[in-house]
């Protein structure tokens, strides 16, 4: 996977599947401190410790179609590559938070893409999940939070295609606006 | 940038065209989410589907992320339900996507040069 928010959708289907109320997806990308960092926390019904100490594996899967799983140790290897590092957390009925964390301007560290793309996937789900994602650039945030989307569209669906256009165009320009302000 | 008065302009422009729809009436898009269909190239797929979809007002179709079917070499894999019948796409890109949405959605024609059995593995 070429894009760190390809990582994002794949690690988030997890979050759906553990019937997640509310994803949270936190960026912070720190010229100053030389880091690259996603935080990805749901509220689902996480893991026990011992699956909490096999999901990493690339031969641990909760799948009975087959024996292989890639996602988490896909998005794991990629940080330890951009000598980060990948810390993953959970407690049972509670909920599971992923670190992954990338040192900046290594080579190996892949941009974050099409952010947008994912997260209108991930807000189109069938569940009607709550996602909160908060883009930090140095000391500069952009936030988009679905309740506060849900609220203004009072019953209008995500599905509506002026609404998807505004939402995709919301987190673009979004994230644009805090790089450029810091760059003058 | 857009605002979230833009968005209540939107949803006062949709209110007057929201209808019921039923979850499970009509066609049901299926495309192969898991770790296999992302790296494949899924997530532009399902991007395309859900606009043109959206665009096009067909809103008796709905379109759903899903997990991996096993057939991980032959991915993006999208699905087509309609009633009884089940059609299975293989390595869909985004030209394909454009193609399904017209001559099958809309049109009612199976596209032929994508279907599964078009593939040996």
């Not at chain 1, 019937?19 to 880091?35: K, M």
């Not at chain 2, 709905?62 to 796409?89: D, F, M, S």
Request: with cysteine; proline share 2%.
């Amino acid at each position: 996977m070429n894009e760190l928010s390809l990582h994002i959708l794949d690690i988030c289907q997890n979050s759906i599947k553990a019937n997640a109320g509310l994803i949270q997806i936190i960026i912070t990308d720190s010229v100053i401190d030389n880091i690259f960092k996603i935080k990805i926390i749901d509220n689902g019904f996480g893991m026990d410790k011992k699956t909490l100490s096999e999901v990493s594996d690339p031969f641990f899967t909760t799948r009975t179609t087959r024996k292989v799983g890639l996602g988490v140790s896909l998005f794991k290897m990629a940080a330890e590559m951009s000598s980060g590092n990948f810390k993953i957390s959970s407690t049972k009925n509670k909920g599971t938070t992923i670190i992954a964390t990338f040192q900046r301007d290594h080579i190996n560290r892949a941009p974050l893409g099409n952010i947008e793309e994912t997260l209108i996937i991930l807000i189109l789900n069938e569940k009607n999940i709550n996602i909160y994602y908060e883009h930090n650039y140095n000391n500069k945030k952009y936030i988009f939070d679905t309740r506060e989307v849900r609220n203004a569209l009072e019953g209008i669906p995500f599905t509506d295609y002026n609404v998807i256009l505004w939402i995709k165009n919301n987190i673009k320009e979004g994230i644009i606006n805090i790089q450029k302000e810091e760059s003058v | 940038m857009k605002s979230l008065d833009d968005l209540k302009k939107i949803r006062d422009a949709a209110q007057s065209k929201v209808q019921m729809r039923g979850k499970n009436e009509g066609i049901r898009v299926l495309v192969g989410m898991a770790t296999c269909g992302i790296s494949a190239g899924a997530r532009p797929v399902m991007n395309k589907f859900v606009e043109k979809i959206a665009e096009y007002n067909l809103d008796k179709i709905t379109v759903t992320p899903v997990g991996c079917i096993g057939e991980c070499a032959i991915e993006p894999i999208v699905e087509i339900l309609q009633g009884e019948n089940r059609t299975t796409y293989c390595r869909v890109d985004v030209e394909a996507t454009e193609r399904i949405i017209k001559e099958h959605l809309i049109g009612g024609k199976v596209v032929s040069d994508y279907v599964i059995g078009k593939y040996r593995l």
